[in-house]
C-alpha cells in the first residue's frame, strides 16, 4: 500500500493524465494540432493546396483549377442554364458545405477551430506568454500583473530583458504572415523568388509593408480585440455556439464555490482570452474551448476531496450552466463562499 507521502506525490501526474488521449494530455494534443495546421497555412500555397491566383483570376484547389465556368460561357461553349449549374456545384454548395461544418461544430462543440487549429489565435498564445515574460500580464491591457505562480506550482518570474525577445518575436509574426498571405494571391516561386534576390516588384513591396505594419499594430496592440470582435469564422462559431443550450462547456461546481478560497484564480490567469471561466455562458462568448481553465483546476484542486470544480459537460448539464444568468450565479457563492472568493465581473 502506498504510504501517504508517496500518494501525495502521484497526485500531480494523475491529475495531469485524467484530461488527455492516448496517454498524451490534452494541451499537449493541442499544441500538436495548432503546429500542424500552422504549417498548413503556411505550406498551402507552395504545394497549391489551395490558393487564389490573382493572374490567373481563379481558385487552385489540391493542384487542380477550380473556376466558376464564367469564361466558358462568355464563350458561348456552355449555356445559361449550364452556367448557373456551375455557379451552384462550384460556388454555393462548397461554401455552403465548408460554412455549414463550421457552423456546426461551433453550434455542438464550440468555437474548437479556434482554439484548435487557427494560426492567427498561435501566434495570440505565443505573444500572450513572450509578454508575460517582460510585464507579467498577458496583454498590455491586463490591469494587473499575473503571479509568477502556474497552476503546476513552477513559476514564471518577470524580466524586462524579454521585451528583446517581445519586438522581435511580433516583426516576424508580422512579416511571416504579410509574405504568406501574398502567396495566397500570386504564385508562391515568384514571391519567395523575388524576395530572396531583393527584387520585389513595386506592388509587392507596398503590400507587404502595408500588411506588416498592420499585422504588427495587430499582434500587438488588439490581438485579443480581433479574436473577440473582428473575426468573422469566431464571431459565427459563438453566435451558433450560444444558440445551443447543450453545446459543450466549461461547468463551474458552484455549490463547492468555497473551494476556490484556497486557490489564487488559476483558471483566471491562464485564460489566453482574458475570460473569468467561472462565470456564467453568457459572460463567456470568447472561449475558444482551450481547456487550459480546466487544467489549471486539476492543479490547484488536486487535493480537494470534492474533486476539480472545473470541467467539461454537455447536454442536459451544460443546459443547466447555460440557465445560469450573473445574478443567479452570483447568489450561490455569496451564500456559501467566504468573500474572498467572489471576483468582479467584466
Known sequence: MLNAQA????????????????????QRWRQLTQAGF??????APVFDVFRLDLNLKHLILFGFDWTLGMDEFLAGEVSAGEAALNLVLRGFLPLLAVGGALIYVGW????????????????????????????GKQSLWDKKRLPARNPDGSETPRDALWWFAVIPLVVAFAALWAVVLLTYLLPPAEVYGNLWNGTPTRNQAIFLGAASLAFFVEFMFARHLFCRYACAVGLFQSLAWMANDKAMVVGFKREHAKDCASCYSACDHVCPMRLNPRNVKR?????VQCGQCVDACDHTQQDNPHGTLLNWVHDLSAESEAAFNVRAAR????????????????
Not at 38 to 43: G, K
Not at 122 to 128: F, K, P, Q
Not at 283 to 287: L, N, V
Request: hydrophobic share 50%.
Open 283 to 287: 459572460m463567456m462568448f470568447a472561449c
Open 331 to 346: 447568489t450561490i457563492p455569496i451564500a456559501q463562499a467566504p468573500v474572498r472568493t467572489m471576483r468582479k465581473e467584466n
Open 7 to 26: 500518494a501525495s506525490a502521484l497526485r500531480p501526474r494523475i491529475a495531469h493524465d485524467v484530461r488527455g488521449w492516448l496517454g498524451i494530455p490534452v
Open 38 to 43: 500552422f504549417l498548413l497555412f503556411v505550406l
Open 108 to 135: 455542438k462543440w464550440g468555437r474548437l477551430y479556434c482554439g484548435w487549429l487557427c494560426p492567427h489565435f498561435s501566434v495570440v498564445e505565443t505573444i500572450n506568454q513572450t509578454l508575460r515574460r517582460a510585464i
